[in-house]
């Protein structure tokens, strides 16, 4: 059970690259959530999806698409990355009962020069 | 607009003794709040809940009391142990505002010293 997985782990873009950030879970949740945390700033929400197929905007939803590949995949991606956008995102899955109770992956420690 | 804060970015306690992490909320309507623990390089992992209708919660050595009259709840963790030394990060539900839509705060680095 390896939970919830995320690729890259590390990534330095130049301003203006795009890039697909990838989240994978395995225990048959229905929702799934994209965060990027910034010091001084928590976790604020991007995108998530109460369920396969939907998909709605969080706080920061700006410079970003979301697309939920299937139950188990959730992909975030920057088409043209920005120095704001230099953040560490972290993919989160919940399932149907508990579903503030949000299992989280590693993250993804993303520059963009 | 912070809508959950912790306005205290750290805290430093010795082990055995009680750590006590504080964070106030602005917004009426949240009702589920939740702590996540997080280590460094590592993803956030969900501690303890508690829910509007009570007003302590306990699962260990962590309880969370909830004071909704002051939008203010607290995480004491007795005793504090070494292990325990992480950013502690507080989130907040409200009903009809997404489903398991969190506010986080800003985080509160907890050093638990031997």
């Known amino acids: 059970n390896a939970g919830v997985t995320q690729t890259p782990k590390f990534q330095v873009l130049k301003t203006g690259q795009s890039m697909t950030l990838q989240c994978a879970q395995d225990m048959n949740h229905n929702s799934m959530y994209w965060y990027r945390q910034d010091p001084g700033m928590g976790l604020r929400l991007i995108y998530y999806s109460a369920s396969e197929g939907t998909t709605d905007k969080g706080e920061v939803p700006n410079g970003y698409n979301v697309s939920r590949l299937n139950k188990r995949e959730f992909s975030l991606r920057l088409e043209s990355a920005a120095p704001s956008q230099t953040s560490v995102y972290f993919c989160a899955s919940s399932g149907q009962i508990s579903y503030n109770e949000q299992f989280f992956g590693p993250g993804t420690r993303l520059t963009v020069l | 607009d912070q809508q959950v804060k912790q306005n205290s970015p750290s805290l430093s306690v010795q082990e055995g003794r009680i750590s006590i992490l504080n964070c106030d909320y602005t917004?009426?309507?949240?009702?589920?709040f939740l702590w996540y623990k997080k280590y460094p390089a590592e993803g956030p992992t969900f501690l303890i809940s508690?829910?509007?209708?009570?007003d302590k919660n306990e699962d260990g050595r962590f309880t969370v009391f909830l004071n909704k009259s002051a939008k203010h709840l607290s995480l004491h963790i007795v005793p504090s142990q070494p292990g325990d030394s992480a950013v502690y990060f507080c989130?907040?539900?409200?009903?009809?505002?997404?489903?398991?839509?969190?506010?986080f705060g800003q985080g509160t680095i907890l050093t638990v010293h031997p």
């Open positions: 917004n009426s309507m949240f009702d589920y």
């Open positions: 989130a907040a539900s409200a009903p009809f505002s997404g489903y398991g839509k969190l506010t």
């Open positions: 508690i829910s509007s209708i009570k």
